[in-house]
């Protein structure tokens, strides 16, 4: 029998955010089984815990179709679970990934994790980009191009006029994963701006990992920070406190903190997190 934590990442209200699932003694595990388990469980990432030589754990993350270098979520899930089963107490922490290691700052009501410092890649067509997301070109914003950005995992930041247009669109998946597949990217990462109570409205299609839409991302909501400090969508005041929130058209409303720490004028580290509520316990 197989012990699973399910619980919702970047929830700061009963049934927000996003469904990760944990396994917390998963040394033993082959690839095959953790595969498996995650393809059971069918959230979009399941965590397995295990020791590590060179941190305080090491993580691996599956989605239901495939091994992904690293989940926001999930490492949320991670150590919020680890400090509310007082297994470890509030303070800091490095985190074992397949690719680094990673810092993580526990406190008593949330979880911050540092991500990769960023990596700019190509552009991508708004024409092209446009038409997989079934809205007209002059619905991106049209000064900043769609660009893939990686803080740890490689997505496509698109920059959407309106909160109006990114809450209608209806993406054509299929095209999505082609364009993904062709970039190496996990999938988009859409943003408007438009409105003042957050910094930025998201959406998050990724079905090359046999997600349709994930209702809270934290490695895309890195990249998205670097993207709004590279192309000054934000102040160098706003880039400590950044506000994103994603998964309203799911009915899933999650909220991801972001914070830049940046020295002349560029980043130095960059940390996602937040909360997590409904934890449950399960036996596979």
């Not at 803080?151 to 998946?173: E, N």
């Not at 999938?187 to 046999?210: C, I, Q, W």
């Not at 670097?226 to 799911?250: P, T």
Request: hydrophobic letters at 40%; glycine letters at 6%.
């Amino acid at each position: 029998m197989i012990e699973v934590y399910t619980t919702n990442s970047f929830a700061e209200e009963t049934g927000g955010g996003n469904p990760a699932a944990v396994v917390l003694e998963a040394d033993s595990f082959s690839e095959q089984k953790m595969q498996e388990i995650a393809q059971k469980i069918g959230f979009s990432e399941t965590a397995f815990v295990m020791r590590s030589s060179k941190a305080d754990r090491k993580v691996r993350y599956f989605t239901p179709v495939r091994e992904v270098d690293l989940c926001g979520h999930a490492t949320i899930a991670v150590f919020s679970l680890l400090r509310d089963l007082n297994i470890l107490a509030s303070g800091q922490y490095r985190l074992e990934t397949v690719q680094e290691e990673l810092h993580i700052e526990i406190s008593p009501d949330s979880v911050m994790m540092e991500l990769s410092r960023p990596i700019f890649f190509e552009y991508a067509d708004p024409i092209v980009v446009s038409d997989s997301l079934n809205i007209d070109a002059e619905d991106l914003l049209p000064e900043h191009l769609p660009q893939f950005v990686s803080t740890g995992l490689k997505d496509l930041i698109i920059p959407v006029r309106t909160k109006a247009v990114l809450d209608q669109i209806r993406p054509d998946f299929d095209k999505i994963t082609h364009l993904s597949d062709r970039h190496d990217a996990e999938g988009y990462h859409l943003f408007a701006m438009d409105e003042e109570k957050v910094t930025a409205y998201t959406r998050n299609f990724a079905p090359s990992l046999g997600i349709s839409e994930e209702s809270a991302t934290g490695t895309a909501s890195g990249a998205l920070a670097a993207y709004l400090h590279r192309y000054g969508l934000i102040s160098d005041n706003e880039s400590a406190s950044l506000v994103f929130l994603q998964g309203e058209a799911m009915g899933r409303s999650s909220i991801i903190r972001a914070s830049i720490e940046e020295r002349q004028g560029e980043i130095r580290r960059i940390f996602v997190g937040g909360s997590i509520r409904d934890t449950k316990k399960i036996h596979l």
